[in-house]
């Protein structure tokens, strides 16, 4: 299991995110606290740790190694304001058709899943 030093480097760079450009994102003033974290000197305080989750758009689970993050993590970086409104939207639509039939069996759920994928590797 990962710790959070480095799923927290692993996150930063894969974005190409300097430490001390981290730190003005999320609003820590101290900038040498991004490495303490990375090198496991220093834990996270709970706003903190929550700052770091919204911002790289992953859980906090996933950022203390209990899960992961690939069956939630959309990389935001990656697409234009426009295209995450789209997706957003998609997103929000799709839940709430999901949920007005809230009786789904997980083989009609599977089957959507399986189909949205389908669809999304086919993009590619």
């Not at 930063?12 to 990375?38: C, F, H, M």
């Not at 970086?77 to 789904?104: C, D, G, H, Y």
Request: hydrophobic share 35%; aromatic share 10%; charged share 40%.
């Amino acid at each position: 299991m990962k710790i959070f030093g480095e799923i927290l480097r692993e996150l930063r760079t894969k974005r190409n995110i300097s430490q001390p450009e981290l730190a003005d994102a999320l609003g820590i003033n101290n900038r040498v606290s991004i490495s303490n974290y990375e090198n496991g000197k220093a834990e996270p305080k709970y706003e903190d740790l929550l700052k770091i989750a919204e911002y790289f758009n992953v859980t906090v689970d996933y950022l203390l190694g209990r899960e992961n993050a690939e069956k939630y993590y959309f990389d935001k970086t990656k697409t234009v304001p426009e295209e995450e409104k789209k997706i957003e939207n998609f997103l929000k639509e799709t839940e709430a058709l999901i949920r007005e039939k809230s009786n789904m069996s997980e083989e009609e759920l599977k089957h959507i899943k399986t189909f949205m994928e389908f669809i999304v590797r086919k993009k590619d």
